[in-house]
């Protein structure tokens, strides 16, 4: 799956190229999946006007959906830093040894956890994780007061596109894998896998809305957004002092960090906020168009 070509530049007056790393989940779009028409009028205008912006995501490649990749971005960082393309090109591979991910998958397996392992363009759900993640839905939007029409069968064309990727249920493979998400209803689930795989991995609490403790995030020790992304400012030739990192969770808090100007969003945690350097509206009150409007991009 490509990523839309950039627009035709503006003839504008304008300071020097910046480059700008985008969260998805919180940033970039709110947990309905609803993008705001400024988020997307501020990529766009700011490519135009000859900045660079990525995506710097906790899911994979796969994951990043047609309707995301059609607003037009320069590449991404994908799986917590797993994984970097420049356009279209994967030019950054920071995978678990084998050995490394069969003790992972064993110690979710002998707990009864959940999970799911990120390849580049794959994604191993175990056969829970399917249903879990369509409660979670559920239980969302009753706490929002909505009413989904996208958690049916899978072979309902308006399904949430994550359901249908989990549906895919099939051996798991233990070669390329980046990062493991695991989901449990158990609270002290995050701190028995720290304890469990602390040394050879780097574990965060999950991403997702209200699962606390009970999820998480899991990639190789030393693996995260912040040092993947020095790594890819390297191949491009730039500077981390001319980098924006805008995010909204844990797995945000490196990137913000090494960037020169780490801006969190206004729904984000109190833990990232401590990390930022400023803190932005929220992701449906123009959070990214306002960051970019301040910095100059738009």
């Given at each position: ?11 504008l ?8 790393f ?9 947990s ?24 710097s995501t ?12 059609d ?7 994908s ?6 393309e ?7 591979k ?10 992972m ?54 399904e ?38 602390s ?5 965060i ?7 606390g ?11 995260n ?10 191949k ?9 990192g ?8 490196e ?12 729904n ?30 738009i």
């Open positions: 799956m490509q990523f839309a070509r950039r627009p035709p530049r503006l003839e007056h304008m300071i020097s190229p910046r480059i700008a985008l969260d998805v989940d919180g940033t970039l779009i709110d309905g999946e609803v993008i705001a028409d400024s988020t997307i009028e501020a990529v766009q205008t700011a490519r135009a006007n000859g900045h660079l912006v990525y995506l906790g899911r994979a490649s796969v994951e990043i959906y047609p309707r995301i990749r607003i037009g971005f320069d590449g991404a960082i799986a917590g830093g797993g994984f970097a420049i356009g279209n090109e994967l030019v950054i920071r995978t678990m040894p084998e050995a490394a991910v069969e003790r998958v064993g110690f979710y397996e002998e707990s009864g956890y959940d999970f799911y392992l990120q390849a580049f363009d794959e994604l191993y759900p175990s056969p829970g994780v399917r249903n879990r993640f369509a409660k979670y839905l559920d239980d969302d939007s009753e706490r929002k007061g909505e009413t989904r029409t996208d958690l049916a069968s899978v072979t309902d064309a308006d949430h596109p994550a359901l249908k990727a989990f549906a895919d249920v099939r051996p798991l493979s233990f070669t390329g894998i980046a990062k493991s998400v695991f989901l449990a209803g158990d609270l002290t689930a995050f701190d028995r896998v720290s304890a469990a795989l040394g050879d991995f780097h574990v609490t999950g991403t997702i809305p209200h699962m403790k009970g999820s998480g995030e899991v990639t190789l020790g030393g693996v957004k912040g040092s993947t992304l020095l790594r890819l400012l390297d491009l030739g730039l500077d981390a002092s001319s980098a924006i805008i995010g909204d969770s844990n797995n945000d808090i990137m913000l960090q090494v960037c020169g100007m780490g801006i969190a969003m206004g984000a945690t109190d833990a990232v906020k401590a990390h930022a350097d400023e803190v932005t509206t929220s992701v449906l009150d123009d959070g990214v168009w306002n960051a970019f409007r301040r910095h100059g991009l």
